[in-house]
């Protein structure tokens, strides 16, 4: 069987948009799913717009992503030799002519088109039947041409399937003759793009729905071309809650890819968010490993309308689409602790709270502390906010717990002392013990057991909340607990 060769074919004239970390994505499955290829390209001909940030923030996005490719990073312009070629085989063939027609005639044409509603404002196709000898007169006084594709002049309509949307018609009389090069002599991206799809042999071409009206002008490239259509699949858009297309400029840097990475977003929390939006696996199922999507996976079960990205600009709770949080959090208390550890590490380097004994004689220690703090937490970022106290001795005590818990209770400041001489001694400093002596003096002090242990929490910690108290006395161990304990005073001098 033909081997599968999808693309993604980024123009890279901005960041990594969530669009279309979603095509890189269902490429990406549909390839592993086939045992085919993926082949990233970068459609850089658009020499203004395009730059190296754009490139390097694509790449960066894609591997932090996870979404590794087979082939590439080919680079459009460096085939622009072919693209010329290509052009001027459409010339030869016939399937292509030099259009003379300068941009007023072509704004007037237009108008009057317009002005006498003819369904049809596109090129009128004057220079289409220029004899050789007209244009070799036309080019002799030096007037400048621009390559224009010939549309057949058929009956009926063009169609093709789409593996997502099914028979799709077009009118051949809806159909102008298009611009394939520039009077500069550039390549204009409808011929670059499937000239470079039938070089990289692509079978399978997955893209937006807005492509679709190149889509039917591409597929006479490839017939004038003679070369094998692939097949195309459209998928649905991705709008807002009030049916606009998702972007930067409407919505900020919530599209970009890059904000899920300084968030603290799980790589694949946000893969498996996005493969929801405009797919469904037809069960209730909505997390899926790697290994389940691209056994699940088909493009028959992506969705024909488009799909919602639930975000509400200015609602604090929600920085992005709540479903997207809730995974992150999902995935964040279930991963794998090795695989956690990997990418908290990251987070701890950032912060200069690294320690290399996590990975070898603290590593038991550093994975249990993971597997403890987790379950609260929101984002990777929380391991070095509220967590921080687990990984340094410099952290914040947030102001409520502090008011609440501490200085509502001046008497702690000799109480917790008092509690951590008794821990200093303590035989076995483990939750049991911890836990029974900590009761003891407050049983002795006649308070509650909770007025010891919820100040205890805040000067250990820092937070109104987390895990149980004596796991986390036991996680510090005792000479950090015995420090925070003796040192209290501190936060009463600084009240
Ligand atoms: N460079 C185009 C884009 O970024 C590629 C479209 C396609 O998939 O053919 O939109």
Redesign the pocket.
């Known amino acids: 069987m033909e081997e599968v060769r999808v693309?993604?074919?980024?123009?890279p004239t901005g960041y990594l948009h969530i669009g279309?970390a979603r095509?890189a994505l269902f490429n990406w499955i549909f390839a592993k799913k086939h045992n085919g290829k993926l082949i990233l390209r970068i459609?850089d001909t658009d020499e203004e717009r395009s730059t190296q940030a754009s490139i390097d923030g694509i790449i960066d996005g894609l591997q932090w992503l996870g979404l590794d490719w087979d082939e590439g990073p080919y680079f459009q312009t460096e085939f622009t030799h072919d693209h010329v070629a290509a052009a001027n085989r459409l010339l030869a063939s016939g399937h292509a002519y030099k259009c003379f027609c300068t941009k007023e005639e072509l704004e007037r044409k237009r108008e009057t088109a317009l002005a006498e509603k003819k369904r049809e404002a596109g090129y009128d196709g004057t220079c289409r039947h220029l004899s050789a000898e007209q244009v070799r007169e036309k080019e002799e006084q030096g007037i400048p041409s621009v390559i224009r594709f010939k549309v057949p002049e058929r009956q009926g309509t063009l169609f093709y399937d789409d593996e997502v949307l099914g028979h799709i018609e077009r009118a051949y009389s809806e159909i102008e003759d298009f611009v394939i090069v520039r009077s500069n002599g550039k390549p204009l991206?409808l011929l670059c793009?499937v000239v470079d799809?039938i070089r990289d042999r692509i079978t399978h071409?997955?893209?937006?729905q807005?492509?679709m009206t190149?889509t039917t002008r591409q597929v006479l490239l490839y017939e004038a071309l003679q070369a094998k259509i692939p097949a195309f699949a459209h998928m649905p858009l991705t709008l807002d809650l009030q049916k606009r297309k998702i972007s930067k400029r409407s919505h900020g840097e919530v599209v970009a890819v890059q904000f899920y990475r300084e968030k603290g977003f799980i790589p694949w929390a946000l893969c498996n968010f996005l493969c929801l939006l405009g797919w469904n696996p037809g069960t209730d199922q909505e997390f899926f490993s790697r290994e389940e999507l691209i056994d699940v996976f088909s493009l028959s079960r992506m969705s024909r309308v488009n799909s919602v990205f639930n975000y509400k600009p200015g609602d604090p709770k929600f920085f992005t689409d709540p479903k997207l949080i809730a995974m992150n959090e999902h995935y964040l208390r279930t991963m794998d602790l090795a695989q956690l550890g990997g990418l908290v590490r990251k987070e701890l380097e950032t912060e200069n709270l690294w320690d290399p004994a996590y990975e070898t004689t603290k590593l038991d220690w550093y994975l249990a502390t993971l597997g403890l703090i987790r379950d609260r937490f929101h984002t990777l970022k929380d391991f070095t906010t509220a967590g921080r106290a687990y990984f340094s001795d410099q952290y914040a005590i947030d102001p409520k717990p502090l008011a609440k818990n501490v200085l509502k209770f001046p008497e702690l400041a000799t109480w917790l002392p008092q509690l951590a001489e008794r821990f200093a001694t303590l035989d076995t400093f483990n939750t049991e013990e911890t836990e029974r002596i900590s009761r003891e003096l407050a049983d002795e002090l006649q308070i509650k057991p909770g007025t010891l242990i919820n100040g205890m929490r805040t000067v250990l910690t820092g937070q109104l909340a987390g895990p149980s108290m004596f796991d986390i006395v036991t996680t510090l161990g005792r000479e950090k607990v015995v420090a925070r304990l003796n040192d209290v005073d501190r936060l009463f001098a600084a009240a």
């Open positions: 693309r993604f074919p980024p123009s279309g095509t459609e991206y793009n799809d071409v997955i893209r937006g807005d492509h190149n």
